[in-house]
Structure formats: C-alpha cells, structure tokens
C-alpha cells in the first residue's frame, strides 16, 4: 500500500512537467488573450508558463499554451507577464478556461474518404 502512495505522489508531481507529450492539435487549439471569455466557458484555474531559456517571452507563451491542453481547456485569459531577475526567466499568469466551440471543440477535422 506504501508504494502505491509512493507511486501516486510520483505521478501527480510530473501531471504538468514540460517533458509531458501531447498532440499538436490540442495546443494550436489553445486561444491566448487579454480578454474576459464568453458565457460558454467553464473557468478551470490558475496557470503559469514558465520560459526555459533566458528572457524569452515565446518558449513562456509556448509554455502556457501546452499546459493549458494539458489541462484540458482552450482558453487563457493573461493576468500577468512578469520578468525575474534573478534567473531572467519570464512567467505569464492567467486563468485557464474550457470553451464550447462547436460539438467537438478539441478533436481535429475529420478528413473524409476519398
């Protein structure tokens, strides 16, 4: 039972580490704005993109959008940009959101048959 617990900690630590995978789709899914959401969403939280080069705002933004896919929704509303000085990282802080866009809003375009 011990490892279970272990083992469950260990997994639940690494749910949003950057070396997570996920479809390409899902994260071009993912809106970014400054703007409240429409009426048809469901706020999810708090959420953060964290820069893993130095001072680079895109590997933040890309960061964000993963880890909103991740989580499942599809919209982020961007509180704040902050630059740190002492390890010249950048962190954006938003509110992830789920957003009805349609009947399947995160499944990719189904080709037809040709």
């Not at 580490?17 to 959401?37: F, G, T, W």
């Not at 130095?54 to 909103?68: C, Q």
Request: hydrophobic share 45%; with cysteine; charged share 25%.
């Amino acid at each position: 039972m011990r490892q279970l617990v272990v083992a469950a900690a260990l997994f639940c630590g690494c749910a949003e580490s950057n070396d997570m995978r996920i479809a390409p789709y899902l994260v071009d899914a993912v809106q970014v704005s400054k703007a409240e959401p429409g009426p048809a969403c469901r706020a999810l939280g708090a959420l953060d993109g964290i820069s893993d080069d130095e001072g680079r705002y895109e590997s933040a933004y890309s960061s964000l959008r993963t880890r909103a896919a991740l989580r499942g929704g599809n919209y982020v509303v961007i509180d704040a940009v902050i630059a740190e000085e002492l390890d010249r990282s950048i962190i954006i802080n938003g509110r992830l959101y789920a957003c009805a866009v349609g009947p399947f809003a995160t499944l990719p375009p189904i080709e037809p048959d040709r």
